[in-house]
């Protein structure tokens, strides 16, 4: 949720706001105070907890400020450029700008840029940039001309990522935008060339800007009322070339289209913009705070004296201009969720009340210990005199998460099975914690391998991908298909990419001679596998029947032969399970083999003929795939390989046989459809108009 607070307004006895608003507002190196600068000749610092001025400064008369006043955050003192080549640069304690540290530039100034960590940045009009100590050094230095004539420099901002200070700018040359990015400890500059639609071109757009990983999220009002998103990267690979950017639909219609004054925009945090502008043609200018992670309006606030299409934030706090006054909202925007995002978010509870948390903070809840709980508190000295001297010693959480820090795997695994013999509460973030340790120790360690801990942890049933990310990736650096079957059959949130690579494992990891043990199984299988595996067994006594114990089964089809050994088959049956959103799951089908493809598809038929012969027929295993999955999985198949797969020739048998699948398939829902049909005419048949509300028994009989 986000909210407005209640608005103040700072004095502005000293401002004079032109008819385009102030030149700007600027963080000064107190949390609490803010530079103003009007569109004349003065500087206003405000403390804003106080609503009052605690300096005012001016140019002379016929001078006329023509950027924004900064703060040198290393140095504390303030900076302002007049009538465009002219820098000021004073203390709090000076009084009149006239006798303060003067030096003339020169190019014209378009804008100082500062912010924490670094020196300011001065960015001339023709897209030069200098920091101010080697500007100060030789104020007369040439500045080269970055961009070409007739382009101008509609808007900058000014970043630091990862300790290097990053510049952007975007310039607007006949209707054309183009974006420059610039590293200044590099000194590397990279054009980009803008596309904006038709309509914006016309209208001057307003942009905002935020760093995301290593891109830099730049995002714009348009004309049409719609919010839209490029990124830009901030190290780009060709720096010689105009890149083109594309841009993308963010938010759709959050202010009236046409409007062309009054509207801004400025990014909060990373799931919250507020807007400045009409939301219809015919209402008054609006504040509002929009999620773009959900997309949803979360407050609004009515600005009837109109606005100056200017808006600041800082920390936790707008300004704008509101009729001819400076206007202060503070405002709160929690974390996004999406209970917030609808309005739908629970008060927090009061105080003194502990009530048990339906969702896990696994960060807050690391390193939770043992024995701390109420539950285990409330037991009496005696009770657990007695438990103490009946069980082993148990370690908690801490001291066993230091075990695996330094034991050997053995040891690991007997304190790890005292652990888990013990019922603890809170067990979702305990086991949390242990994975993660023992993960963490076989990245450190490539030897370290304890799969019987981690084959421990998983049947717990409480752990999911989202909780241990990496068991996956372990798993399949060392060929662990028993793992990975295990983590198929209980995570319901894996990545597609990771059951892909599941997949490839299954059909490319020969387990033994797969054709001898097709024709007798073998006792000891590798990769974890073993007779008294229950969940293959089921699979080994069914799929492994001969023919003539076929024959005793009422199916009245011809059943082909497994084409994949029976172990290898309960892998591929876990796949068949996975939870996956097509989208995703399509382009990691097309990297594997084809010759896997085929296999994939030859077993997937063999399964279609077990299951079409006879509706009441399922197939062997604890859960076998449906006949649904089945279908799905072939057009996955042959949606993204169907062109490979066509190309080879032992393939060729297979697509004539799913072609006369399909064609039956199309005959069954032909059918079913003209059943359908005739059981609707029936039931207008037999509607009786004068027979409503009497109890009646009907039987039809279809032959």
């Known amino acids: 949720m986000a909210a407005l607070e209640e608005e103040f307004t700072l004095s502005t006895g000293v401002l004079g706001a032109g008819p385009e608003g102030f030149l700007g507002v600027e963080q000064s190196d107190k949390a609490d105070q803010f530079l103003v600068t009007d569109s004349g000749r003065t500087v206003v610092l405000y403390k804003v907890s106080d609503q009052k001025p605690l300096g005012s400064w001016s140019v002379k008369q016929g001078q006329t400020i023509t950027c924004p006043a900064v703060c040198n955050f290393q140095t504390g003192e ?197 807007v400045l502008g009409p939301p219809l043609p015919t209402s008054k200018e609006c504040l509002s705070i929009w999620n773009i992670k959900f997309q949803t309006l979360q407050t609004s606030k009515e600005l009837p004296q109109g606005t100056s299409g200017q808006l600041w934030y800082h920390g936790e706090i707008l300004f704008m201009l509101h009729g001819k006054c400076l206007t202060v909202i503070p405002y709160k925007c929690e974390v996004s969720s999406l209970a917030g995002a609808l309005g739908k978010l629970k008060p927090t509870q009061e105080s003194g009340t502990h009530p048990m948390p339906h969702f896990v903070n696994w960060e807050t809840c690391s390193g939770y210990e043992l024995g701390s709980y109420s539950t285990e508190q409330s037991k009496t000295p005696r009770r657990k005199k007695i438990e103490t001297s009946l069980q082993p010693e148990v370690p908690g959480s801490k001291q066993l998460l230091l075990i695996i820090k330094r034991d050997s795997e053995k040891h690991i695994e007997v304190e790890l099975r005292k652990f888990l013999a013990k019922s603890t509460p809170d067990f979702h973030t305990i086991i949390g914690d242990i994975v993660a340790g023992l993960l963490g120790r076989c990245k450190a360690e490539p030897s370290f391998y304890p799969r019987n801990c981690l084959m421990q942890l998983i049947q717990t049933h409480v752990l999911s991908y989202s909780l241990c990310p990496g068991l996956m990736e372990i798993a399949l650096e060392h060929t662990d298909v028993q793992m990975l079957q295990l983590c198929l059959q209980q995570f319901p949130d894996i990545p597609e990419s990771t059951t892909c690579a599941c997949l490839k494992l299954f059909l490319s990891d020969t387990i033994h001679d797969e054709k001898k043990e097709m024709e007798e199984p073998a006792e000891i299988v590798q990769n974890g596998f073993s007779p008294e595996d229950s969940s293959c067994s089921k699979d080994d006594q069914q799929l492994n029947k001969k023919p003539e114990d076929e024959a005793k089964e009422t199916v009245s089809f011809p059943v082909t ?25 399509l382009p990691h089908l097309k990297d594997i083999p084809a010759k ?23 197939l062997p295993g604890v859960s076998p795939p449906t006949l649904s999955q089945i279908m799905d999985w072939i057009c996955l198949l042959l949606d993204a390989n169907f062109t490979v797969v066509l190309m080879i020739p032992e393939a060729k048998r297979l697509i004539l046989n799913l072609y006369k699948f399909v064609k039956s398939q199309i005959s069954v829902y032909s059918e079913l459809n003209k059943i359908e049909v005739s059981f609707r005419e029936l039931q207008k048949l037999n509607q009786d108009k004068s027979s409503r509300g009497l109890y009646s028994i009907e039987v039809l009989e279809l032959f």
């Open 78 to 274: 303030y900076i302002v450029v007049h009538d465009h080549k002219v820098l000021r640069i004073w203390n709090h304690e000076d009084v009149n700008l006239d006798k303060v540290f003067k030096a003339t530039l020169s190019a014209e100034v378009h804008r100082i840029h500062s912010v924490q960590r670094t020196e300011p940045l001065v960015l001339f009009r023709r897209g030069a940039a200098r920091g101010l100590e080697a500007l100060l050094t030789e104020p007369q230095q040439n500045t080269e001309a970055v961009i070409p004539d007739e382009e101008v420099i509609r808007w900058s901002e000014f970043f630091m990522v990862f300790k290097q200070p990053v510049l952007i700018f975007i310039t607007e040359k006949h209707g054309n935008y183009f974006v420059y990015v610039r590293l200044c400890k590099s000194h590397s500059l990279s054009k980009y060339t803008l596309l904006l639609g038709k309509e914006e071109k016309s209208v001057k757009p307003n942009f905002t800007a935020r760093v995301d990983g290593k891109f830099i999220s730049l995002v714009w009002l348009s004309s049409d009322g719609c919010i839209y998103e490029t990124l830009i990267p901030i190290y780009s690979s060709d720096t010689e070339k105009s890149q083109r950017l594309v841009r993308a639909l963010m938010l759709k219609a959050v202010v009236s289209a046409g409007a062309q004054s009054g509207t801004a925009i400025t990014i909060l945090d990373q799931d919250h913009i507020a």
């Open 561 to 585: 032969s497994c084409p994949v050994a029976p172990k290898r088959a309960a892998l591929l049956n876990a796949v068949l399970h996975s939870a996956y959103s097509e989208t995703f799951l």
């Open 596 to 618: 896997h493809i085929t296999l994939f598809l030859q077993y997937l038929y063999f399964l279609y003929l077990k299951c079409s012969g006879n509706a009441a027929m399922t």
